[in-house]
C-alpha cells in the first residue's frame, strides 16, 4: 500500500467528517461545500484505488487478500451511498449523516492499512 | 413536469419514515454501517476458518441478520415496520449483554473480536449503545403517532 495515499485520505475524511458535524451543530443542511469536499475525498479514494490496483498488479498482495478487496470496494461505495442517504433530509441531519459517513471511511481506510499489513494479529 | 411535482413531494411527504427523519436518519445510517460491516465479517469468518470458533462465528452471524433487518425497519414507514423495528432493537439489546457477559466469562470460546463480545468494546461500545438509543428513538416516534 502506498502510506501518503492511505494518510491523505484519512486526513481529508477526518476533515470533511468535522466539517460536517460541525454544520450539523450550526443547524445547517448539505449544501454545495460540503458535497465539493465529499467529492474531494472520494476523488482521493479513487487514487488510492488505482493504486492498490498498480502495487497488487507489480507483484505485491496483502496479508489479508479477501478482506483487503472488501475494504477497498467499500472504501469508494460508502461515500456515494452516504451522500444520498444525506440527501434525503434537508435539514442539520442531513450533514449529520454524511459526517457519520466520512468518519467511517477514515475507520475503513484504517483498517485497510492493517489488512494489508497485518502483524500477527 | 410542474403539475406532477406537488403531487409528487405530497406523496413522498406521507411515505416518509418517521423513525428515518430527523436524528433517526443518523441512526439508520449507523445501524446500516454496522449491518454491512458484520455482514462482511461473519460471511469472511463462515467461509474462510468456521472450525476456528463456532459458537462465536454463529453468533456474529445472527448479530448481523440482526443489524439488516433494524436498519430496514428504521428506514422504512409504517407501524408494522415500527413493530419489526421495536423487535429487532431488543433482541440486539439481549445479545450483546447476554454475548458480551458471556465473552467476559468464557472467553476462550470468544478467540476473535466478534461484534457482540466484551459488550462490542472492539466497536468503541457501538453495539451496546445502539439498541438503548434505538429503542428510545422508537419510543418517541411511537408516541408521538399516537397522539
Redesign the interface.
Known amino acids: 500500500m502506498i502510506d501518503g495515499l492511505a494518510a491523505a485520505s484519512i486526513a481529508c475524511a477526518l476533515v470533511a467528517g468535522v466539517a460536517c458535524l460541525l454544520q450539523t451543530w450550526r443547524d445547517r443542511a448539505v449544501g454545495v461545500g460540503l458535497l465539493a469536499t465529499a467529492g474531494v475525498v472520494e476523488a482521493v479514494l479513487l487514487a488510492q484505488v488505482i493504486a492498490a490496483i498498480v502495487v497488487v498488479a507489480g507483484g505485491s498482495h496483502a496479508d489479508q487478500p479477501?478482506?483487503f478487496v472488501?475494504y477497498l470496494v467499500?472504501s469508494v461505495v460508502a461515500l456515494p451511498v452516504?451522500v444520498w442517504?444525506?440527501l434525503?433530509?434537508r435539514?442539520r441531519?442531513?450533514s449529520?449523516?454524511l459526517g457519520?459517513?466520512c468518519l467511517?471511511v477514515a475507520i475503513i481506510v484504517v483498517r485497510l492499512g492493517q489488512v494489508w499489513e497485518s502483524t500477527g494479529g | 413536469m410542474d403539475e406532477t411535482r406537488p403531487a409528487g413531494s405530497a406523496e413522498r411527504g406521507r411515505g416518509a419514515s418517521r423513525t428515518?427523519?430527523?436524528?433517526?436518519?443518523?441512526l439508520?445510517?449507523?445501524y446500516?454501517?454496522f449491518a454491512?460491516a458484520a455482514c462482511?465479517r461473519s460471511a469472511?469468518q463462515i467461509s474462510?476458518e468456521f472450525d476456528h470458533a463456532r459458537v462465536a462465528y454463529l453468533l456474529s452471524a445472527f448479530a448481523a441478520v440482526v443489524y439488516v433487518v433494524a436498519t430496514v425497519a428504521l428506514a422504512r414507514p409504517g407501524a408494522a415496520w415500527q413493530r419489526v423495528a421495536v423487535a429487532a432493537c431488543a433482541t440486539e439489546l439481549v445479545g450483546v449483554l447476554a454475548v458480551g457477559t458471556a465473552s467476559v466469562v468464557d472467553s476462550a470460546a470468544f478467540p476473535d473480536q466478534a461484534v457482540w463480545s466484551n459488550y462490542g468494546s472492539g466497536y468503541l461500545l457501538i453495539p451496546v449503545i445502539l439498541p438503548v438509543l434505538g429503542l428510545t428513538w422508537l419510543r418517541r416516534t411511537g408516541r408521538r403517532a399516537g397522539g
Not at chain 2, 428515518?20 to 443518523?26: D, H, L, N, T, W
Request: hydrophobic share 50%; net charge neutral.
Open positions: 479477501v478482506n472488501l467499500a452516504g442517504w444525506s434525503g433530509d435539514s441531519w442531513g449529520g449523516v457519520i459517513a467511517a | 428515518a427523519s430527523g436524528p433517526g436518519r443518523i439508520v445510517t449507523v446500516a454501517i454491512v462482511s469472511v474462510t
